[in-house]
């Protein structure tokens, strides 16, 4: 079926900018297939050339007219929207070629996006070339682009900090490295007393009652270090008020007071971690000893509800054959109280309570002593150790502060680079 189409070659000229132009007649069909566009045309005289569209409801053609020659012709593209005009030269087309393009339609282009047609000379053909650019505001992406170089000083500045923050924490650990050492240094000069029950042993010089503690059948009830033990230098001092009420009691049944050796004080220690365990006597070193547990106060056990029952405690408090003693406490579990007598026999230096306070005042001093000494490296390293741990501190929150950085200034690089 013939489809016949009046062109109105004078309008599509005047469009394109020409001079003077005669009206064609130009007939399209289709082939025998109904597939392929057929064009005839009446021979008629030209003397300008264009391409122009003819539009119909449901088709655009784009039909070039034979010319015979035109001085620097002016070719109109048309896009939807717009016109632009461009100069070429002057082409001599051998034959009439037509195209088709898809249907019109309303639907508006996105932005940046433009269509470009040309037609070949060389070939009796069209080719249509579509190029695509980004659809991106170039306001969006300059601001974009601002956005990147702010997050790019915000790193800079997080890097700086977080290596500043490096160099301290370097600093600081080698500070801690330096004071340790010299604290170490100042220690091996100094005295190493333990502050406990063997320690002062150590220090008065009696080896009898260090081997007492360390070399008893059941050595391994004294926990040395525990605070609660019998060798805990608290207890010992606490012992000794035990041993002025013990004397109080002699004193009111006109007895003599009782003196304190090394070793009783040492067996006294021993006995009373053992018998923290079984809670009975032991017998280890076969001497009179009075026990007592539940946190009971231990002459009230002792001494006052015995006083009328003759019992073995207060036989032993009172016995004015006993002439030397030694009190231990333990707190482990509970308070546990332990107090041995001796006779003349045992010798060794007694020791009134007055006079063995005192020695326990003379290690305190020589404890006193070396800790002054030590003092300027004990702080020296105390403030090492202190700004270490603000260092360290202030290097994780560093090291935060530039993870986050470098994630939101690569989030905003990547965003920046979409756009391009």
């Keep these: 079926m013939k489809k016949k189409i009046i062109l109105a070659a004078a309008a599509a000229m005047l469009l394109a900018g020409c001079g003077k132009v005669d ?30 569209f003819a539009e119909t409801t449901t088709k655009n053609y784009l039909v070039t007219v034979p010319t015979v020659t035109a001085p620097d012709p002016k070719v109109t593209t048309i896009k939807k929207g717009k016109t632009t005009q461009k100069t070429t030269k002057a082409t001599v087309i051998p034959t009439t070629t037509m195209t088709t393009t898809t249907p019109m339609t309303t639907t508006t282009p996105p932005p940046l996006t433009t269509t470009t047609t040309t037609t070949t000379t060389a070939r ?29 000083l915000v790193l800079e500045n997080a890097r700086n900090r977080l290596t500043t923050a490096e160099i301290s924490k370097k600093n600081a650990d080698s500070n801690v490295a330096n004071a340790q050492r010299e604290y170490e240094t100042a220690m091996k000069s100094q005295p190493n007393y333990v502050v406990d029950a ?77 018998a923290a365990e079984t809670r009975e006597k032991s017998g280890q070193f076969g001497n009179a000893e009075n026990l007592s547990f539940d946190n009971m106060e231990p002459f009230s056990f002792w001494y006052i509800r015995e006083k009328d029952t003759d019992g073995e405690e207060i036989k032993n408090i009172l016995d004015p054959e006993a002439v030397s003693t ?60 202190d700004e270490q741990t603000r260092a360290n501190s202030n290097y994780d929150q560093a090291q935060k502060y530039y993870n986050s950085s470098a994630q939101a200034y690569q989030e905003a690089k990547n965003t920046y680079d979409a756009m391009r």
């Design 23 to 52: 009206v064609r007649k130009v007939t399209v069909s289709t082939d025998s297939n109904n597939t392929k566009p057929v064009v005839t045309e009446e021979p008629g005289e030209t003397t300008t050339t264009t391409a122009y």
């Design 124 to 152: 009796p053909t069209t080719t249509t070339t579509t190029t695509t650019a980004s659809t991106t505001d170039p306001q969006q992406k300059a601001e974009q682009e601002a956005k990147v170089r702010a997050a790019e």
């Design 198 to 274: 063997i320690g002062f042993f150590e220090f008065i010089g009696s080896t009898d009652a260090v081997g007492i503690i360390s070399e008893s059948v059941y050595a391994s009830s004294t926990a040395r270090g525990d605070v609660g033990d019998g060798t805990a230098y608290d207890n010992v001092r606490a012992a000794l008020k035990y041993i002025r009420q013990c004397n109080n009691l002699r004193a009111e049944n006109g007895l003599e007071p009782l003196k304190i050796s090394d070793s009783m004080m040492a067996k006294s220690i021993s006995e009373i971690n053992r």
């Design 326 to 385: 030694g009190f231990a406490i333990n707190t482990v579990s509970g308070i546990a109280y332990c107090q041995m007598f001796g006779t003349a026999e045992e010798g060794g230096t007694l020791y009134t309570v007055d006079e063995y306070e005192a020695r326990l005042g003379e290690f305190d001093s020589a404890i006193a002593e070396v800790e002054a000494a030590m003092s300027k490296y004990t702080d020296n390293l105390q403030k090492a150790v």
